[in-house]
């Protein structure tokens, strides 16, 4: 016979496993109902009628705060924890800086979320940062919540896809996409994505780090369906670059993940690195904003194109100076 002690671990047990089941991904009944009778036989508890004890553990942990979804047909999820977080004053400061900057660009919802977590308040809120970001939407709202949702679940079954893309001029066209993933970039959400079927010129093979886009998320219209074709990548096509640092960054310290020293000048003249890109566009915009504090030494390709812009940067300064 079972003693007090062990029906309460048994009932603890079985609803803590529930919730670090559900903190994981939604699950179905079936599911929830397989794992956790795996869960009992291992810990030798009775399983007995598992869906009824699943049901009446779920309306408990209701009761005591946790705000668990379900409805007929569709799994059990996890939408908020009750459970305490206890934080040093750092880490509340830090949380609430994490907040600050999740709605300053654009995350309103996720910010709210970790103020929820921490159980924030104005005073946590850092008053000597201020930021310039400039969104061009709320991330949070709900069209654009789906459009994430659909795209993230695209990453997921890596599979051919295809988007119905709105440019600045209003003008709307299809891209089918393989490889891709989001990223945030100068507090812009954008979804990075090969086009295997765009034209290149550059390169004279595919996969083609011309074929590389960028498309900002609030643009996307809608997300097709997964197609049977299979990524034919599974990593973004990427190309090396070659540069010194001088002038003012003559003792620059890599700070990027793809950045390599090759060496130092004995002088502190510069450092010359190299670097793996998968977007020209990207890389070609932050060597521009170095200015004369770097020099760009391969690809040629590229050179040729810093070049040709600042000589065109150049020729406008100076017919903008002494044209009448």
Same mark, same amino acid.
Request: some cysteine; charged content about 25%; hydrophobic content about 35%.
């Given at each position: $016979? ?20 559900? +903190? ?24 007995? =009628? ?30 908020? /924890? ?9 880490? &509340?400061? /830090?949380? +609430? ?9 654009? #995350? ?18 850092? %008053? ?12 949070? +709202? ?16 890596? &599979? ?36 295997? =079927? ?12 011309? %074929?590389?886009?960028? #498309? ?8 097709? +369906? ?18 010194? $640092?001088?002038?003012?960054?003559? =003792? ?14 004995? =002088? ?57």
């Amino acid at each position: $016979m079972s003693s007090k002690n062990d029906n309460n671990y048994n009932q603890v047990g079985f609803a803590l496993e529930i919730l670090r089941l559900l +903190a994981e991904k939604p699950h179905s009944r079936d599911e929830l109902g397989r794992q956790l009778t795996e869960f009992l036989a291992k810990h030798g508890k009775p399983v007995g =009628d598992i869906d009824q004890k699943i049901v009446r553990t779920i309306k408990k942990l209701r009761e005591c705060g946790f705000e668990i979804d379900s409805a007929p047909n569709r799994p059990y999820k996890l939408s908020s /924890s009750s459970f305490p977080v206890i934080l040093s004053a750092e880490q &509340r400061q /830090s949380l +609430a800086l994490a907040a600050y900057l999740l709605s300053e660009i654009g #995350f309103s919802t996720q910010a709210s979320h970790v103020l929820k977590i921490g159980k924030l308040t104005d005073q946590d809120w850092p %008053q000597y940062i201020q930021t310039r970001f400039s969104p061009p939407a709320d991330y949070s +709202a709900e069209s654009i919540q789906k459009v994430i949702s659909a795209l993230e679940e695209r990453f997921r079954q890596k &599979r051919r896809y295809t988007i119905r893309y709105r440019n600045t001029k209003g003008d709307e066209q299809i891209f089918d996409c393989d490889c891709s993933e989001l990223r945030l970039h100068d507090g812009v959400l954008y979804l990075f994505a090969w086009v295997p =079927d765009s034209p290149f010129k550059i390169f004279p093979k595919s996969p083609n780090v011309e %074929q590389n886009y960028t #498309f900002r998320v609030d643009r996307i219209i809608s997300v097709g +369906a997964p197609s049977l074709t299979p990524w034919k990548e599974k990593n973004l096509p990427t190309f090396e670059v070659r540069y010194r $640092m001088i002038k003012q960054l003559s =003792d620059y310290q890599p700070r990027r993940s793809n950045e390599r020293v090759l060496q130092r000048d004995p =002088d502190g003249r510069f450092v010359e690195i190299v670097a793996t890109e998968d977007s020209i566009f990207w890389c070609r915009q932050r060597f521009l904003q170095y200015g004369a504090n770097v020099l760009l030494l391969e690809p040629n390709w590229l050179v040729d194109q810093i070049i040709a812009e600042l000589l065109d940067a150049t020729r406008e300064y100076h017919l903008g100076r002494f044209s009448p």
